[in-house]
């Protein structure tokens, strides 16, 4: 059998891979604490689920428009544009199923194969996937950390721009859970502007914060004329598994991605987008759903405060932590904080991703890291588990 050789370069999520390995470790008759998928254990608020119910009653199960809807995607603009400060129309929407086909359509419709696209890393694996599956070249730009969480390399981002022809920006980050300053952010969109960058900001988690106010880069100068926006209902309406977000582009990108979806999959399904415009009509449930996920938050936090040899901040977005475990590597004398999580899971039943899921580590680095989801754990199981983690570590 022969298969595309250009498949060699398609990478994949493997988080995926930990969420099996625990499967496996709980079917054994183990217990499991699952901090390893930025799933979620929470119901979608009853409203959209009705709403989806209606339509479909209502006959909406067959083809509709490519691009979306048309109350949906004046629903978004109106609910996004006003979020962001932007000046936004139907025509700039384009629905999709899910968040992460936004991706790969930025790639497909502003990058040729041999252009230079920078992206985070750690960060979302999607990224570096579609970049190299599609010829282009990867440009990595890494992130430092501070007792206030992590911050972009601003030198290394201006020194890699030149050769650069896309950006992908993921504020409020997965797998970090960190967010840009004001002036970080402004700077990352000064280098896009003189280097005439297209951007794709990634802001899946945009809604997903416990204080403060979310900032667009899209928003600031020069900036709305060449970005697009990856939008997403899965985080804000624990919709993860409905597969509906939208690209937010210029005109002319617009409707290069809604070509893409006459190609890939036709339109994103009607009742679903039904849902969907319900869900931006009364937002109200997601306020108990953030609620909850503060208190879990909070629970980690704490919790992984009492470890010893891991260090953590407080991160004011997102469901993730992403802890330095250093020094709690060093304790076992393992070579790899792969083995660490193996050994943790076996000895504690915790099960967590590491900094080698997100993205290739960069040949300098020397620190380990873990990233912790607290989205499909509730908190008594949260406090419980990292008790039995810390006390495994704390024996060695």
């Known amino acids: ?18 969420s099996l390995a625990a ?15 930025g799933d979620m254990n929470l119901p979608t608020p009853a409203n959209i689920v009705d709403a989806m119910n209606r339509a479909i009653a209502e006959g909406k199960t067959g083809y509709c428009p ?8 004046e629903a978004l603009a109106d609910n996004i544009g006003g979020d962001r400060g932007l000046s936004l129309s ?11 086909p936004v991706i790969t359509k930025f790639v497909q419709t502003s990058m040729d194969p041999g252009d230079g696209v920078l992206y985070p890393n750690p960060g979302y694996p999607i990224y570096e996937s579609q970049v190299n599956y599609f010829g282009g070249r990867a440009m990595p730009y890494r992130y430092h950390e501070t007792d206030a969480g992590f911050r972009i390399d601003l030198d290394q981002l201006r020194e890699l721009a030149p050769q650069a022809r896309l950006l992908i920006y993921n504020n409020l980050q997965n797998p970090l859970g960190c967010e840009s300053t004001p002036d ?7 280098i896009a502007v003189d280097h005439d960058l297209m951007v794709l900001s990634d802001e899946a988690y945009f809604e997903m914060r416990y204080s403060g106010t979310s900032t667009s880069i899209a928003s600031l100068p020069g900036m709305a004329e060449r970005t697009v926006i990856l939008y997403t209902f899965s985080k804000k309406f624990a919709m993860t598994g409905w597969r509906l977000g939208c690209a937010v582009a210029p005109e002319p990108i617009a409707q290069q991605i809604a070509k893409l979806n006459t190609n890939d999959e036709s339109c994103t399904t009607h009742f679903v987008q039904a849902a969907g415009v319900e869900a931006l009509r ?7 759903l953030l609620a909850e996920l503060r208190q879990r938050r909070d629970a980690a936090v704490a919790a992984l405060a009492d470890v010893p040899g891991v260090h953590c901040a407080t991160p004011e977005a997102t469901f993730y932590l992403f802890p330095n475990v250093t020094e709690a590597v060093e304790r076992f004398g393992f070579d790899d904080v792969a083995e660490f999580a193996t050994a943790a899971l076996h000895e504690t039943g915790v099960s967590f991703c590491t900094r080698h899921h997100f993205g ?7 620190a380990h890291y873990v990233r912790f989801a607290y989205s499909g754990i509730d908190a008594d199981d949260i406090t419980e588990g990292i008790g039995r983690l810390g006390d495994w570590i704390g024996s060695a």
């Open 23 to 37: 499967a496996d470790w709980a079917a054994q008759g183990h217990r499991v604490y699952p901090f390893h998928l």
């Open 1 to 18: 059998m022969h298969l595309a050789t250009r498949l060699e370069q398609l990478g994949t999520e493997t988080a995926f891979a930990v």
């Open 360 to 366: 290739t580590r960069q040949p300098d680095e020397t």
């Open 184 to 190: 970080e952010m402004a700077e990352i969109a000064r």
């Open 90 to 100: 139907g025509a700039n929407i384009v629905v999709q199923p899910g968040g992460k």
């Open 282 to 288: 009364d937002p109200s449930g997601a306020a108990a």
């Open 66 to 73: 490519a691009a979306g809807i048309p109350e949906l995607r």
